[in-house]
């Protein structure tokens, strides 16, 4: 019989080197009620940028804020039409491998559930049910006068037919789905408004310069404390709404786990961090397990 290990931790002020020793890792898993906290680096191998990696977005891009949004409709115009281009590859978006490493841990008991910082629905496409989407998803849409939510597939239906012909070649994309886009290009974009009450349409995501949803951060906390340990994917930890749980779990006691190649906010607080990539990390990992990888991706 495999002894279950017991994984001992202590914090420690000093920068944390990036190892490829997935031990720890794989520990955790073996011990279970590990709470995954994922972040845009899980989904880069999937298509979807990141915003602070090599490469990274926020190099070139300033995401729509949510008091620009709801500021005035130029805002809005501008938002809505990246975002409609962009959805065409966002919406076309299939789980890599990692997101099938974590469904299928899932499915083998080893984890207690899954908070993600991504919009992009992938972790359920992948098979994925107990998720939070600390940020919300893309794929639909919630309109701010009346609170009638929609699909952001019919609303992508009703955007084409609104802007017959509107097809401008995008500069880049963003792991917001928002693409590069110029002014000029979306200056004649017709916006269009709910279909119950006239409103104004937002995706249903939490924009920067907003609030993730109290209730949505205390249900987080409760998972934080119910899980013997957290393992982070992909997630620099940059931005509070997940640092905050790795700094809860640390004072908690309970080991932090990262697996990201490059540093992180959060890197004081971990027992170790794999500098190394997200999917052939996770593969490894479920093949030490003896976890195969066979669900079957559902559609999103």
Not at 29 to 57: F, H, M, Q
Not at 133 to 154: P, Q
Not at 229 to 236: C, P, R
Request: proline share 7%; with cysteine.
């Amino acid at each position: 019989m495999r002894m279950r290990p017991t994984l001992s931790w202590t914090p420690t002020a000093d920068p944390l080197p990036g190892t490829s020793d997935l031990r720890q890792v794989t520990d955790a898993l073996t011990e279970g009620g590990v709470l995954v906290l994922s972040g845009a680096g899980l989904s880069t191998e999937s298509g979807i940028p990141d915003y602070r990696g090599a490469g990274g977005s926020l190099s070139r891009h300033t995401p729509m804020t949510y008091q620009d949004f709801t500021a005035g409709a130029q805002a809005r115009r501008r938002y809505w039409a990246r975002s409609h281009l962009g959805w065409r590859t966002f919406g076309r978006a299939r789980p890599n491998a990692g997101h099938r490493a974590v469904a299928a841990f899932e499915r083998h008991g080893l984890l207690s559930g899954v908070v993600t910082q991504n919009v992009d629905g992938l972790h359920q496409a992948a098979g994925s049910r107990d998720v939070v989407e600390l940020h919300g998803n893309l794929a639909r849409v919630v309109c701010l006068s009346c609170g009638a939510a929609g699909s952001r597939h019919e609303l992508a239906v009703r955007l084409e037919q609104a802007n017959a012909g509107f097809d401008p070649v995008a500069a880049g994309m963003n792991p917001d789905g928002d693409a590069d886009l110029t002014d000029e290009q979306v200056r004649d974009f017709v916006v269009v408004p709910c279909a119950v009450c006239g409103g104004i349409l937002k995706p249903d995501v939490v924009f920067f310069g907003e609030t993730v949803p109290p209730p949505r951060v205390e249900h987080c906390r409760t998972l934080v404390d119910r899980a013997t340990s957290l393992l982070v994917l992909g997630s620099s930890l940059t931005v509070m709404s997940g640092l905050r749980f790795v700094r809860q779990a640390a004072r908690a006691g309970k080991p932090v786990l990262i697996v990201n190649r490059d540093p992180t906010r959060g890197d004081q607080h971990a027992l170790t961090r794999v500098a190394l990539p997200l999917g052939a990390a996770l593969v490894a990992v479920a093949d030490r397990l003896d976890v195969p990888l066979d669900g079957q991706p559902q559609p999103l």
